[in-house]
Protein backbone atom coordinates (compact mmCIF):
# COMPACT_ATOMS: atom_id res chain seq x y z
CA UNK A 1 0.00 0.00 0.00
CA UNK A 2 1.61 3.18 -1.05
CA UNK A 3 2.49 5.80 1.36
CA UNK A 4 2.05 9.09 -0.86
CA UNK A 5 -1.42 10.96 0.41
CA UNK A 6 -3.67 13.17 -2.16
CA UNK A 7 -5.78 14.64 0.03
CA UNK A 8 -9.08 16.14 -0.66
CA UNK A 9 -10.95 19.08 1.78
CA UNK A 10 -14.21 17.99 2.80
CA UNK A 11 -17.25 20.57 2.61
CA UNK A 12 -17.62 19.90 6.43
CA UNK A 13 -15.51 17.85 7.58
CA UNK A 14 -11.75 17.65 5.94
CA UNK A 15 -10.86 15.19 8.16
CA UNK A 16 -10.83 11.78 6.45
CA UNK A 17 -8.84 8.95 3.96
CA UNK A 18 -10.80 6.68 1.70
CA UNK A 19 -8.17 5.24 -1.24
CA UNK A 20 -9.68 3.76 -4.12
CA UNK A 21 -7.83 1.98 -7.41
CA UNK A 22 -10.49 3.07 -10.09
CA UNK A 23 -8.65 5.09 -12.68
CA UNK A 24 -9.93 8.81 -13.02
CA UNK A 25 -12.54 7.89 -9.69
CA UNK A 26 -9.82 7.51 -7.02
CA UNK A 27 -6.54 8.17 -6.39
CA UNK A 28 -4.17 6.87 -3.79
CA UNK A 29 -4.41 7.23 -0.45
CA UNK A 30 -6.80 10.52 -0.73
CA UNK A 31 -9.46 11.63 1.37
CA UNK A 32 -13.13 11.80 1.10
CA UNK A 33 -14.70 13.61 -1.91
CA UNK A 34 -16.88 16.79 -1.10
CA UNK A 35 -19.40 19.52 -1.72
CA UNK A 36 -18.54 21.81 -4.88
CA UNK A 37 -17.27 24.36 -3.38
CA UNK A 38 -14.92 23.03 -0.73
CA UNK A 39 -12.79 21.18 -3.16
CA UNK A 40 -8.80 21.60 -3.14
CA UNK A 41 -6.68 18.82 -3.95
CA UNK A 42 -3.33 19.16 -2.03
CA UNK A 43 -0.50 17.20 -1.37
CA UNK A 44 0.65 16.78 2.13
CA UNK A 45 2.66 14.57 4.43
CA UNK A 46 0.73 12.30 7.48
CA UNK A 47 3.20 15.51 9.73
CA UNK A 48 1.72 18.80 7.87
CA UNK A 49 -2.04 17.98 7.46
CA UNK A 50 -2.70 14.76 8.37
CA UNK A 51 -6.07 15.91 10.10
CA UNK A 52 -7.51 16.24 6.29
CA UNK A 53 -7.86 13.00 6.04
CA UNK A 54 -8.26 10.75 8.46
CA UNK A 55 -9.69 7.21 7.53
CA UNK A 56 -7.63 4.87 5.01
CA UNK A 57 -9.47 5.59 1.59
CA UNK A 58 -10.10 8.16 -0.76
CA UNK A 59 -12.79 8.77 -2.70
CA UNK A 60 -12.61 11.29 -5.73
CA UNK A 61 -15.06 11.51 -8.48
CA UNK A 62 -14.25 11.49 -12.15
CA UNK A 63 -15.45 14.72 -12.76
CA UNK A 64 -12.87 16.91 -13.31
CA UNK A 65 -14.49 19.68 -11.13
CA UNK A 66 -14.36 17.02 -8.15
CA UNK A 67 -10.37 17.12 -7.83
CA UNK A 68 -9.82 20.84 -8.24
CA UNK A 69 -8.50 24.25 -6.95
CA UNK A 70 -11.90 25.86 -6.65
CA UNK A 71 -10.34 29.80 -5.64
CA UNK A 72 -6.77 30.59 -3.79
CA UNK A 73 -8.92 32.69 -1.36
CA UNK A 74 -10.91 29.43 -0.10
CA UNK A 75 -7.10 27.48 0.04
CA UNK A 76 -6.21 30.14 2.36
CA UNK A 77 -9.47 30.32 4.29
CA UNK A 78 -8.76 26.35 5.18
CA UNK A 79 -5.56 27.25 5.57
CA UNK A 80 -6.09 29.52 8.30
CA UNK A 81 -8.94 27.43 10.28
CA UNK A 82 -5.99 24.58 9.62
CA UNK A 83 -3.45 26.36 12.07
CA UNK A 84 -5.35 27.14 14.43
CA UNK A 85 -4.78 24.91 17.51
CA UNK A 86 -8.20 23.75 17.53
CA UNK A 87 -7.05 21.90 13.89
CA UNK A 88 -4.78 19.84 16.25
CA UNK A 89 -7.38 18.86 18.70
CA UNK A 90 -9.80 17.95 16.07
CA UNK A 91 -7.23 15.81 14.72
CA UNK A 92 -5.91 14.16 17.60
CA UNK A 93 -9.87 13.44 18.71
CA UNK A 94 -10.17 11.42 15.07
CA UNK A 95 -7.20 9.57 15.65
CA UNK A 96 -8.60 8.19 18.97
CA UNK A 97 -11.84 7.18 17.37
CA UNK A 98 -11.30 6.43 13.87
CA UNK A 99 -7.49 5.95 12.41
CA UNK A 100 -4.64 6.50 13.92
CA UNK A 101 -1.42 7.63 11.31
CA UNK A 102 -0.04 4.35 10.96
CA UNK A 103 -3.32 3.15 9.60
CA UNK A 104 -4.13 6.02 7.28
CA UNK A 105 -0.56 5.11 6.04
CA UNK A 106 -1.35 2.09 5.30
CA UNK A 107 1.25 0.73 7.99
CA UNK A 108 -0.88 -0.90 10.49
CA UNK A 109 -0.51 -4.20 11.23
CA UNK A 110 -3.32 -5.53 10.00
CA UNK A 111 -2.96 -4.02 6.89
CA UNK A 112 0.28 -6.04 6.64
CA UNK A 113 -1.56 -8.89 7.68
CA UNK A 114 -3.20 -12.10 5.31
CA UNK A 115 -7.28 -11.47 5.18
CA UNK A 116 -7.83 -15.14 6.90
CA UNK A 117 -5.41 -14.21 9.99
CA UNK A 118 -7.39 -10.64 10.38
CA UNK A 119 -10.59 -12.48 10.59
CA UNK A 120 -8.91 -14.33 13.17
CA UNK A 121 -8.74 -11.44 15.30
CA UNK A 122 -11.70 -10.03 14.63
CA UNK A 123 -13.40 -13.09 15.21
CA UNK A 124 -12.10 -12.84 18.72
CA UNK A 125 -13.18 -9.36 19.25
CA UNK A 126 -10.64 -6.99 18.43
CA UNK A 127 -12.50 -3.66 17.28
CA UNK A 128 -8.94 -2.73 15.11
CA UNK A 129 -9.33 -5.97 12.90
CA UNK A 130 -13.04 -6.08 12.73
CA UNK A 131 -12.59 -2.48 11.36
CA UNK A 132 -10.21 -4.04 8.57
CA UNK A 133 -11.96 -7.31 8.06
CA UNK A 134 -15.12 -5.26 7.40
CA UNK A 135 -13.79 -2.71 4.88
CA UNK A 136 -12.23 -5.17 2.80
CA UNK A 137 -15.15 -7.11 3.00
CA UNK A 138 -17.14 -4.43 1.33
CA UNK A 139 -14.86 -3.59 -0.97
CA UNK A 140 -14.97 -6.93 -2.73
CA UNK A 141 -18.74 -7.13 -2.34
CA UNK A 142 -18.93 -3.93 -3.59
CA UNK A 143 -16.45 -3.12 -6.20
CA UNK A 144 -15.49 -6.67 -6.98
CA UNK A 145 -12.02 -6.55 -5.77
CA UNK A 146 -10.16 -6.07 -2.21
CA UNK A 147 -9.04 -3.17 -1.30
CA UNK A 148 -5.49 -4.20 -0.03
CA UNK A 149 -3.61 -5.92 -2.69
CA UNK A 150 -1.91 -8.08 -0.29
CA UNK A 151 -4.94 -10.00 -0.30
CA UNK A 152 -5.98 -9.87 -4.01
CA UNK A 153 -5.06 -13.18 -6.24
CA UNK A 154 -3.91 -11.16 -9.45
CA UNK A 155 -2.89 -7.95 -10.11
CA UNK A 156 -4.77 -5.33 -11.64
CA UNK A 157 -3.83 -2.38 -13.51
CA UNK A 158 -6.33 0.82 -12.71
CA UNK A 159 -8.00 0.54 -16.32
CA UNK A 160 -8.96 -3.72 -14.80
CA UNK A 161 -9.77 -2.42 -11.81
CA UNK A 162 -12.41 0.11 -13.01
CA UNK A 163 -14.09 -2.60 -15.22
CA UNK A 164 -13.81 -4.45 -12.60
CA UNK A 165 -16.09 -2.58 -10.69
CA UNK A 166 -18.26 -1.62 -13.29
CA UNK A 167 -19.26 -4.72 -14.46
CA UNK A 168 -19.25 -5.89 -10.60
CA UNK A 169 -23.09 -7.00 -9.81
CA UNK A 170 -23.40 -6.30 -5.68
CA UNK A 171 -22.91 -9.82 -3.34
CA UNK A 172 -25.77 -8.50 -0.67
CA UNK A 173 -25.05 -11.11 1.68
CA UNK A 174 -21.23 -10.43 1.64
CA UNK A 175 -22.01 -6.64 2.08
CA UNK A 176 -24.05 -7.21 5.29
CA UNK A 177 -21.27 -9.08 6.04
CA UNK A 178 -18.80 -6.90 6.26
CA UNK A 179 -21.52 -4.52 7.58
CA UNK A 180 -21.69 -6.41 10.70
CA UNK A 181 -18.54 -6.36 11.55
CA UNK A 182 -17.84 -2.62 10.77
CA UNK A 183 -20.52 -2.03 13.09
CA UNK A 184 -19.44 -4.35 16.20
CA UNK A 185 -15.68 -2.46 15.39
CA UNK A 186 -18.16 1.06 16.43
CA UNK A 187 -19.85 -0.54 19.06
CA UNK A 188 -16.96 -1.74 20.86
CA UNK A 189 -15.16 2.46 19.92
CA UNK A 190 -13.88 2.22 16.55
CA UNK A 191 -16.14 4.80 16.09
CA UNK A 192 -15.25 5.42 12.51
CA UNK A 193 -16.30 2.24 11.53
CA UNK A 194 -20.31 3.78 11.39
CA UNK A 195 -18.51 6.75 9.32
CA UNK A 196 -16.88 4.04 7.15
CA UNK A 197 -20.21 2.46 6.49
CA UNK A 198 -22.10 5.41 4.97
CA UNK A 199 -18.30 6.35 3.22
CA UNK A 200 -18.31 3.11 1.19
CA UNK A 201 -21.98 2.28 0.63
CA UNK A 202 -22.21 5.92 -0.75
CA UNK A 203 -19.62 5.03 -3.40
CA UNK A 204 -21.25 1.90 -3.96
CA UNK A 205 -24.43 3.82 -5.08
CA UNK A 206 -22.28 5.98 -7.22
CA UNK A 207 -20.59 3.26 -8.68
CA UNK A 208 -23.93 1.61 -9.45
CA UNK A 209 -25.46 4.85 -10.68
CA UNK A 210 -22.35 5.31 -13.14
CA UNK A 211 -22.23 1.84 -14.35
CA UNK A 212 -25.89 1.78 -15.65
CA UNK A 213 -27.02 -1.73 -13.55
CA UNK A 214 -30.10 -2.84 -13.62
CA UNK A 215 -32.76 -1.08 -11.55
CA UNK A 216 -33.37 -3.66 -8.85
CA UNK A 217 -29.59 -3.43 -8.00
CA UNK A 218 -29.58 0.77 -7.97
CA UNK A 219 -32.23 0.45 -5.53
CA UNK A 220 -30.73 -1.85 -3.10
CA UNK A 221 -28.02 0.50 -3.26
CA UNK A 222 -30.03 3.81 -2.92
CA UNK A 223 -31.74 1.82 0.25
CA UNK A 224 -28.29 1.61 1.89
CA UNK A 225 -26.86 5.09 1.46
CA UNK A 226 -30.08 6.25 2.90
CA UNK A 227 -29.93 3.67 5.98
CA UNK A 228 -26.38 4.54 6.76
CA UNK A 229 -26.54 8.07 6.75
CA UNK A 230 -30.14 8.27 8.92
CA UNK A 231 -27.90 5.84 11.18
CA UNK A 232 -24.75 8.12 11.17
CA UNK A 233 -27.27 10.80 11.92
CA UNK A 234 -29.14 8.92 15.01
CA UNK A 235 -25.11 7.77 16.22
CA UNK A 236 -23.34 11.03 16.26
CA UNK A 237 -26.31 13.52 17.02
CA UNK A 238 -24.17 15.32 20.06
CA UNK A 239 -21.47 15.74 17.80
CA UNK A 240 -22.73 16.66 14.61
CA UNK A 241 -21.54 19.86 13.95
CA UNK A 242 -18.10 17.75 13.56
CA UNK A 243 -19.89 14.82 11.37
CA UNK A 244 -22.29 16.55 9.24
CA UNK A 245 -19.43 16.79 6.55
CA UNK A 246 -19.97 12.62 6.06
CA UNK A 247 -23.48 12.71 4.90
CA UNK A 248 -22.88 13.84 1.07
CA UNK A 249 -26.91 14.74 2.02
CA UNK A 250 -26.49 17.04 -0.97
CA UNK A 251 -24.72 14.39 -3.52
CA UNK A 252 -27.28 11.23 -2.24
CA UNK A 253 -30.13 14.22 -3.01
CA UNK A 254 -28.49 14.77 -6.59
CA UNK A 255 -28.18 10.69 -7.34
CA UNK A 256 -31.92 9.64 -6.08
CA UNK A 257 -33.06 12.67 -8.57
CA UNK A 258 -31.16 11.58 -11.49
CA UNK A 259 -32.41 7.84 -10.76
CA UNK A 260 -35.97 8.91 -10.40
CA UNK A 261 -35.52 10.96 -13.98
CA UNK A 262 -34.26 8.14 -15.08
CA UNK A 263 -37.23 5.70 -13.83
CA UNK A 264 -40.14 7.84 -13.19
CA UNK A 265 -42.57 5.30 -12.11
CA UNK A 266 -39.81 3.66 -9.13
CA UNK A 267 -41.31 4.54 -5.53
CA UNK A 268 -38.78 6.64 -3.32
CA UNK A 269 -41.30 6.43 -0.71
CA UNK A 270 -41.35 2.28 -0.70
CA UNK A 271 -37.34 2.57 -0.58
CA UNK A 272 -37.27 5.37 1.85
CA UNK A 273 -39.37 3.23 3.85
CA UNK A 274 -37.14 0.39 3.71
CA UNK A 275 -34.17 2.04 4.53
CA UNK A 276 -35.70 3.35 7.56
CA UNK A 277 -36.58 0.05 8.98
CA UNK A 278 -32.96 -0.89 8.69
CA UNK A 279 -32.06 1.82 10.28
CA UNK A 280 -34.24 1.43 13.56
CA UNK A 281 -32.64 -2.32 13.21
CA UNK A 282 -28.74 -1.11 13.23
CA UNK A 283 -29.71 1.59 16.24
CA UNK A 284 -31.79 -0.71 18.47
CA UNK A 285 -28.55 -3.37 17.50
CA UNK A 286 -26.44 -0.13 18.50
CA UNK A 287 -28.14 0.82 21.54
CA UNK A 288 -28.28 -2.58 22.75
CA UNK A 289 -24.45 -3.04 22.28
CA UNK A 290 -23.12 0.14 23.47
CA UNK A 291 -25.34 -0.33 26.54
CA UNK A 292 -23.79 -4.21 26.99
CA UNK A 293 -20.01 -2.65 26.98
CA UNK A 294 -20.62 -0.12 28.88
CA UNK A 295 -20.28 2.92 26.26
CA UNK A 296 -22.67 5.80 25.66
CA UNK A 297 -25.21 5.13 23.39
CA UNK A 298 -24.88 8.67 21.59
CA UNK A 299 -20.74 9.70 21.79
CA UNK A 300 -19.78 13.13 23.03
CA UNK A 301 -16.57 13.10 21.88
CA UNK A 302 -16.15 16.63 20.50
CA UNK A 303 -16.05 19.83 22.97
CA UNK A 304 -18.61 22.62 21.98
CA UNK A 305 -15.80 24.45 21.12
CA UNK A 306 -14.10 22.15 18.42
CA UNK A 307 -17.61 22.00 16.71
CA UNK A 308 -17.86 25.86 16.22
CA UNK A 309 -14.58 26.16 14.81
CA UNK A 310 -15.83 23.72 12.17
CA UNK A 311 -19.06 25.41 11.71
CA UNK A 312 -17.41 28.71 11.71
CA UNK A 313 -14.93 27.43 8.61
CA UNK A 314 -17.67 25.25 6.50
CA UNK A 315 -19.50 29.18 6.79
CA UNK A 316 -16.26 31.22 5.95
CA UNK A 317 -14.87 28.90 3.33
CA UNK A 318 -17.52 28.09 1.26
CA UNK A 319 -18.94 31.37 0.72
Partial sequence: ????????????????????????????????????????????SRVNNQMNGQAKRAIVDTEANDVAIDKVDEMDCHQRYQQHENWQRINDIFEEIYMTGDEMAGEHYFQKMQLEAVKSYADAGDANAMFHYGTELIWKSGFGFYFNDLNRSEHLTQAERRERAENHQLDMASLEQGAKYLLDSATRGKLGGVVELKILHHHILKRQMRSNKDVESIKRAIMLDIAYEEFLESVFIKDMGVMEGFLYSGDSKKLIDEFLGQYPDENLDAIQEKATNIQNRLFDYWREQREKFGLPVYPDRFPEYLEQHMVNKNKECQK
Wanted: charged share 25%; proline share 2%.
Fill in 1 to 44: MKKGLIVVTVAALMLMVVVMFLKDEVKEPASVKTNTKDKITVKT
